[in-house]
């Protein structure tokens, strides 16, 4: 079984660039061989790509990336960003 899920969040375009970078090194060595993770930015738009070998790898990295994103959007706002 193959799935794919995609995911557009909007993002204030001040913080896309922090957030895509705090992002990124955890789509280049993902945690397991059972998903892979595309991250790409666009206009005001970060775009998750997800593909999954079954649906409970599939359901660990969206709560594990979606948790990602919101720290790091947490995290900028903390410092006034």
């Known amino acids: 079984m193959k799935l794919e899920c995609f995911i557009k969040l909007k993002v204030d375009p001040d913080i896309l660039e922090?957030?895509?970078r705090a992002?990124?090194?955890e789509t280049v060595r993902p945690t397991s061989r059972r998903v892979s993770i595309?991250?790409?930015?666009?206009e005001g738009l970060i775009v998750f790509k997800f593909n999954a070998k079954d649906p409970t790898a599939l359901r660990a990295?969206?709560?594990s990336y979606l948790r990602w994103f919101s720290a790091?959007?947490?995290s900028l706002k903390s410092i006034g960003l």
């Open 18 to 20: 922090p957030v895509f």
């Open 38 to 42: 595309v991250l790409e930015k666009t």
């Open 61 to 63: 990295a969206l709560n």
């Open 23 to 25: 992002l990124y090194p």
């Open 72 to 74: 790091a959007l947490k």
